[in-house]
């Protein structure tokens, strides 16, 4: 290949042989690239990246900063200022201030949006996916960034495809391209045709498309094209678009704006009407008006709140618990039904086989890990497996019939692939049987690929006639041309079985036998294995494609393995935590209702003797009486994914705010459904990943309970500072409406200074408040109602109490200092009590601050260190307000009056009473509850 850009044909792929596009590619079906060449190529094509277009225009954002209706309002303020200072001849100093925040909260709220939405398509890429490639020979898997033409890829169902490819071989393959083509029925694909240089994109059988998913069956593909040299990089409009939704939260600020905004022009109505009745002068009334409206908007709230939700989805990272969407940063908390899998999250998904049995025969197998080493062992004593031709025959199967692969690695023996299956290949090993061996021998032609719905999986091996022999000397009775190897479900797998394979013959199964098998089966499964049936089938021709469930019949038993998967040993701790949190675990899996049973008695999700709900009784149920039944069951097992839908939907129906997990490419409806969808980042499909809300690094279920954790903080700590701006913006609108009513003569705060309050000396603690660690009881009590109203649970009664406590010892000392500046014989401007309330407010908000970190413990009973940053907050902003108070040009600037240091303590000691005030209303709430 030569130049910068793909090889001529590359408009043509479609048309071209499969072994010409290997030869235009320069690559190897078999071996795929060299090192060497893909770092060539990815120096000469670049990284497998699309470019990204953001979801909306940085124009749409910018404008949308401004329909906010409390913003509408400033600005209506400040043009009615600037026509009152202009009127005066004065300097239209608070138009231009509340500007300037008008137009900082918009460029702020523009960056933070914008980086949110960077930020978000950051940590997506963070899940990106790996791909499984051939490259020097080996089987490989990279980061889809990586790959560049001419690698081969592996694909199977759950895939979402990370480049262009043109097929080389497929299995049974279905393709659903919606994200190219908006056809939602998956394409079923083949690599051996040819077509037309002019056929149509959706018509291309033969080639498969980044983006699009593998929703069945599996293939081998050379990559034709990356990063914007693929179909779906030519249609830039689609690329990478991060939804932005509002969350919850935001939705309810805007709300919030709207009574904010109507109660400020209520008591502007109300406060013009008694001065004009009082005789006032309307100039003053209005620009009284103009104070209060300055003081109703929280200007600082937007952006506390974007931080601490950012700052909550770090560390939620940081506890391997990576967000998807915004909004569940705040509605984790408010989990009650955490629904999850099995295998991998709540066990370790690392298979050792313990058992096998065939023809009444219990083998125990030793060894640990996956490394290929260990002993049969018959009643304690090693038995020979060469001896036991249904025993070298099951292995054979177990070998064959298995997509994974044992590997070697630095020492260590790992698997590629199913752990399921990666267990059985060691297993095999452990006798000898090595599968590239027995591959040679016996080649695969077709398959019937695993699912989750069908719980087996067949394949079809030609039996070549030189070996023919020595497959029947190795157990594989009445071989003939070809043979079918199928395992799965044992109950599945022997219900289509009709004879059983006992010693050297193969004989009709009986009734005995099959009851004798099943026993055996259950007492695996309630010692918690994970067992898996195995069957064969001699065939003279190679069964068509989707012909399964035909073909899938009149097998021969061979037997059943078992093996442990054991649960993560941080599992049960989480689980503990989980019940004290009023959240539920359940259960969901595809495995054996007594392995399913046995590991949840072990991990405490249920007891031993707890009701089990399989699929097929749920498949039998209507789903009112499903609704009936998901708050009794616990564990639910042999299911398929469509039932994981409708359990949700039942759990939903029944009020419950339900997280569920999932990892197949037919989760993907549950996880959309739930309230909080959750993929695995390791084992998960890339389809499951793109439905969800939320991937766990480390596909664990501890990892979903640290993350609520994380979530009731973040929500707590969200109302906290709510509480802590709204209350006193209450309290200042109520101080500034007292004024005229009070017959004062002069307004006592000025729009700049309560800018000033409400970004810097509300604005800087509240950023403190929102980094407050948890509080030791948020995990000890039930999960809020994530749909309740931003004033439930004692807010708004909080914030209207405060507000008037607030405002209540500000006019106790805005009434003295008026009557002390006013007195004859003061030896200063008369106007210096309006400073004297400004200070008070600001420092009264600072014990405000320091109180309010917890709800129901006294601030000496907390660690005055465990939020430095309050502290810092608490120190600096005092010491600004000094600034203010003290230095001319900033006195000049602001308005405000130098204050004796009298008068400064009298400030000092009105503002602690808030102070006291909220930490007797704890001590108060104390005592009542021990009371009661
Ligand atoms: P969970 O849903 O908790 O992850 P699971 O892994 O058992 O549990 P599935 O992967 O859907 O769920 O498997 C369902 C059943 O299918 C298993 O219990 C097993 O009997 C069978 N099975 C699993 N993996 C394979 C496989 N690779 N080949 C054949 N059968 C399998």
Redesign the pocket.
Same mark, same amino acid.
């Given at each position: 290949m030569s130049a910068n850009s793909l090889p001529k044909e590359a408009a043509v792929w479609h048309n071209l042989e499969i072994d010409k596009t290997l030869q235009v590619l320069e690559s190897d079906r078999t071996s795929g690239l060299s090192s060497t060449e893909v770092q060539q190529r990815q120096a000469r094509y670049g990284l497998n990246e699309l470019q990204e277009t953001a979801g909306r225009s940085p124009f749409v954002i910018l404008v949308d900063q401004f329909k906010n209706i409390m913003l509408l309002m400033l600005i209506a303020v400040a043009v009615v200022s600037a026509i009152l200072d202009l009127r005066s001849g004065s300097f239209p100093k608070d138009a231009i201030a509340i500007s300037l925040i008008v137009i900082l909260n918009g460029i702020l709220g523009y960056l933070q949006e914008s980086r949110a939405e960077k930020a978000l398509a950051a940590l997506k890429r963070l899940s990106s996916p790996l791909v499984r490639v051939l490259r020097d020979g080996k089987l490989s898997e990279v980061a889809a960034k990586e790959l560049v033409p001419g690698d081969v890829m592996l694909l199977e169902a759950g895939v979402q495809l990370a480049a262009d490819g043109r097929l080389i071989e497929e299995s049974n393959l279905q393709v659903r391209e919606s994200a190219l083509t908006g056809e939602a029925h998956a394409v079923e694909k083949q690599a051996e045709l040819h077509l037309p240089k002019d056929t149509a994109l959706g018509d291309r059988i033969n080639l498969v498309f980044q983006g699009t998913e593998i929703v069945q069956g599996r293939a081998k593909a050379i990559v034709t094209g990356t990063g914007m040299q693929t179909e779906l990089g030519r249609i830039a409009a689609l690329l990478q678009s991060v939804e932005s939704e509002p969350t919850p939260l935001q939705k309810r600020m805007e709300q919030l704006g709207n009574v904010l905004v109507s109660g400020a022009l209520g008591l502007v109505a109300l406060v013009v009407g008694i001065g004009v009745l009082r005789g006032g002068a309307f100039e003053e009334l209005l620009e009284v008006s103009l104070s209060m409206a300055v003081a109703v908007v929280p200007e600082g709230l937007p952006a506390v709140i974007t931080v601490t939700l950012a700052l909550g989805t770090q560390r939620m990272v940081k506890r391997k618990a990576l967000i998807r969407k915004l909004p569940a940063v705040e509605t984790l908390g408010s989990v009650t039904t955490i629904c999850? =899998?099995? @295998?991998?999250?709540?066990?370790q998904n690392k298979m050792v086989v313990q058992n096998a049995y065939t023809n009444h025969r219990a083998f125990k197998v030793t060894g640990e890990g996956y490394e290929p080493n260990g002993e049969f062992q018959i009643d304690g004593t090693k038995a020979n497996s060469q001896e036991y031709p249904e025993l070298q025959a099951l292995l054979v199967a177990c070998a064959l019939?298995?997509?994974?692969n044992l590997q070697q690695d630095q020492g260590q023996w790992i698997i590629i692939g =199913?752990p @399921?299956?990666g267990a059985?290949l060691s297993l095999a090993g452990k006798a000898g049987v090595e599968r590239d061996q027995w591959q040679a021998r016996l080649p695969r032609v077709a398959e019937f690929p695993?699912?989750?719905?069908?719980?087996?999986?067949s394949v079809i091996c030609t039996v070549e006639p030189e070996v023919s022999n020595q497959a029947l000397q190795n157990g594989l009775l009445e071989a003939q041309s070809y043979v079918m190897f199928?395992?799965?479900?044992?109950e599945?797998?022997l219900e289509r079985c009709d004879r059983i394979h006992t010693g050297d013959r193969i004989v009709p199964v009986t009734q005995e036998q099959r009851a004798q098998i099943l026993t055996q089966n259950d007492q695996m499964a309630g010692n918690g294995l994970?067992?898996?049936?195995f069957a064969y089938k001699p065939l003279t021709n190679v069964p068509p494609d989707n012909s399964q469930e035909t073909s899938e019949l009149g097998l021969v038993w061979l037997g059943l393995v078992g093996m442990l998967d054991a649960p993560r040993p941080e599992v049960r701790d989480a689980v503990a935590k989980c019940r004290v949190a009023g959240i539920r675990p359940i259960?969901?899996?595809?495995?054996?209702q007594l392995?399913?049973r046995a590991i949840a008695a072990d991990l405490g999700i249920a007891q031993a003797s707890d009701r089990v709900l399989i699929g097929q009784e749920l498949e039998r149920m209507s789903q009112e009486e499903l609704e009936q039944q998901v708050d009794l069951v616990s564990i639910y097992a042999?299911?398929?994914?469509e039932h994981k839908l409708r359990i949700v939907q039942a759990l939903q129906k029944r009020g419950r705010f339900v997280a569920m997990t999932g990892?197949?490419v037919n989760d993907a409806p549950a996880l959309k459904q739930a309230d909080i969808g959750i993929a695995m980042g390791i084992t998960g499909t890339d389809v499951s990943k793109e439905a969800s809300d939320m991937v766990l690094l480390d596909d664990n279920f501890a990892t979903i309970v640290a993350a609520t954790e994380e979530g009731r903080v973040v929500y707590t700590n969200i109302r906290r500072f709510i509480k802590y701006i709204l209350g006193s913006n209450i309290g200042e609108v109520i101080t500034i409406a007292a004024a005229p009513i009070l017959g004062l003569s002069g307004i006592p705060l000025t729009p700049l200074q309560i800018l000033w309050m409400n970004l810097v000396t509300d604005g800087v603690p509240a950023l403190a408040l929102a980094v407050e660690p948890a509080e030791p009881n948020v995990m000890n009590r039930p999960p809020f109602n994530p749909r309740e109203s931003i004033f439930a649970r004692g807010l708004g009664s909080y914030m209207v109490r405060i507000g008037i406590v607030f405002a209540i010892i500000t006019i106790a000392l805005m009434i003295w200092a008026y009557n002390y500046t006013n007195a004859p014989g003061y030896p200063r401007d008369p106007n210096t009590w309006k400073t004297m309330v400004f200070t008070t407010l600001c420092i009264a908000q600072m014990g405000h601050a320091i109180a309010i970190r917890s709800n129901t413990q006294l601030t000496i009973e907390l660690n005055p260190l465990s939020n430095p940053f309050l502290l810092g907050a608490v120190v600096v902003t005092t010491f600004l307000q000094l600034l203010l108070v003290y230095v001319p040009p900033l006195q000049q600037f602001f308005g405000t009056y130098y204050l004796s240091p009298f008068e400064l303590a009298i400030c000092f000691g009105f503002s602690a009473l808030m102070f006291v005030w909220i930490e007797g209303e704890k001590l108060f709430v104390r005592l009542v509850k021990k009371g009661g």
């Open positions: 999850s =899998d099995k @295998t991998g999250t709540l066990t019939c298995n997509d994974s =199913d @399921t299956e059985l695993f699912s989750s719905e069908r719980k087996r999986m199928t395992k799965g479900s044992p599945l797998t994970r067992v898996l049936g259960m969901i899996t595809g495995d054996h392995t399913a042999r299911v398929s994914p990892d197949g």
